[in-house]
């Protein structure tokens, strides 16, 4: 069939969950459809690197628009529309798309992320829309707010994201309603964000199309030169650096986690690796025992040289590429509850969970002092990931839908 497939980030470099997700669909959709790209490009995009061209019958980007924090707030006081929805909205965008599917007339739109909504509804409206149009839900972007809000409430310096939340949520709701209701098919990254899914669209076709790894592109004994310049034990926690839940995540371990790291004399060093840290975590900086690298052309080397891998999330939704990359490598990992969410791994089997902040830290420190535990874990987790979340048996799930 051909399939035009809209993306809110140009998917090379797979740097964060996003392009992850999509790279690896495009990849194996092009294997059996003739496969077009319409793309947004961030800032340092290139659209002709990497594999994506040779993949692609076309692609097709339009730059990713400029919004102050100005305007957000204004829309955000102004406008029925999620933030989520406006973001990456531009009617120069909007016109280049127009022409491309007038061009293409696609058997399949495939709309990627709750963020391409705004040119669905676009080329719906111009009778540009294809034969059917599958939604690719990243995440149940309602739940993901309705959990940030009640995780911010319960403290008072984040009340004001809280109240931001709130108000993301309602509109949310809406938004994400309207949009499962309008398309033929959806594609959801776990149970729970398919149950949700499901009741504000029952009638809409779903399937559980989960997050995967490209098992040829993690070996956990792939010779690596040295990553890390701090003694150790080293804790690694990975994921885009702008995103709330990950700047939340952070602070919390290394404000609540670390303290009973170090009651337990374990004087450990916490690497933050990812894109576009956000200035909350400008009051890591001072420390010693953390480090925040910012953007990294690889987040394997830290993964395969860590001690343990944490996953110290409080709020969120879908399936933890994270999560996913760390049990790939063979990595020892805690997480908390939510942050395993979605996948069905098991405590003391593939990995060691706790919520409460001396509990976490417990689990950590029980796999830096088992070291045979470490392993066991860590070789079940990746034989979990052969069994279960190979892109090859993941994306005919998607195709079930078209």
């Known amino acids: 069939m051909r399939?035009?497939?809209?993306?809110?980030?140009?998917?090379?470099?797979?740097?964060?969950?996003?392009?992850l997700r999509n790279f690896n669909i495009l990849k194996q959709l092009a294997q059996r459809h003739e496969l077009h790209l319409f793309s947004i490009l961030d800032a340092g995009d290139e659209p002709n690197a990497g594999p994506v061209p040779e993949l692609c019958a076309s692609i097709s980007t339009a730059p990713a628009p400029a919004r102050s924090t100005g305007q957000r707030l204004r829309d955000l006081m102004t406008t029925a529309s999620p933030d989520m929805a406006r973001?990456?909205?531009?009617?120069?965008?909007?016109?280049?798309?127009?022409?491309?599917?007038?061009?293409l007339r696609p058997d399949i739109l495939l709309i990627e992320g709750i963020e391409m909504a705004p040119y669905f509804f676009h080329l719906r409206a111009a009778g540009l829309d294809a034969k059917k149009s599958i939604y690719d839900a990243h995440n149940a972007e309602t739940l993901l707010q309705q959990r940030a809000a009640r995780a911010d409430i319960q403290r008072p310096k984040r009340w004001p994201a809280a109240l931001y939340s709130g108000i993301q949520t309602q509109k949310l709701r809406r938004y994400e309603q309207n949009l499962t209701r309008s398309v033929t098919g959806i594609a959801a990254v776990s149970q729970p964000d398919a149950t949700f899914l499901r009741n504000l669209a029952p009638q809409t076709p779903i399937e559980i199309v989960t997050n995967g790894v490209d098992l040829a592109l993690y070996h956990p004994h792939e010779p690596f030169a040295p990553i890390f310049d701090r003694p150790g034990p080293h804790l690694v926690f990975t994921g885009k650096m702008d995103f709330r839940p990950n700047v939340d995540a952070a602070l919390w371990f290394a404000n609540q986690v670390m303290p009973h790291l170090r009651t337990a004399g374990i004087d450990a060093h916490f690497w933050i690796v990812g894109r576009n840290p956000h200035p909350r975590l400008k009051t890591l900086l001072r420390r010693n025992d953390v480090s925040i690298t910012g953007q990294v052309p690889d987040v394997r080397p830290y993964i395969v040289q860590a001690d343990v891998y944490v996953v110290p999330l409080l709020a969120g939704g879908g399936t933890r590429f994270k999560i996913l990359e760390a049990l790939a490598l063979a990595k020892a990992v805690t997480s908390t509850h939510l942050g395993a969410d979605g996948i069905p791994v098991q405590h003391d089997q593939h990995l060691t969970l706790a919520d409460a902040p001396d509990a976490f830290a417990q689990?950590?420190?029980?796999?830096?002092?088992?070291?045979?535990?470490?392993?066991?874990?860590?070789?079940?987790?990746?034989d979990f990931i052969q069994q279960h979340f190979s892109w090859d048996a993941i994306v005919p799930r998607l195709e079930r839908l078209f």
Request: aromatic letters at 8%.
């Open 3 to 19: 399939i035009l497939q809209l993306t809110p980030q140009f998917p090379w470099p797979t740097y964060q969950g996003t392009t």
């Open 87 to 103: 973001r990456l909205w531009s009617r120069q965008a909007a016109a280049t798309l127009r022409d491309v599917a007038q061009s």
């Open 363 to 382: 689990q950590v420190a029980r796999l830096l002092q088992d070291t045979q535990l470490a392993i066991r874990l860590g070789q079940n987790g990746r």
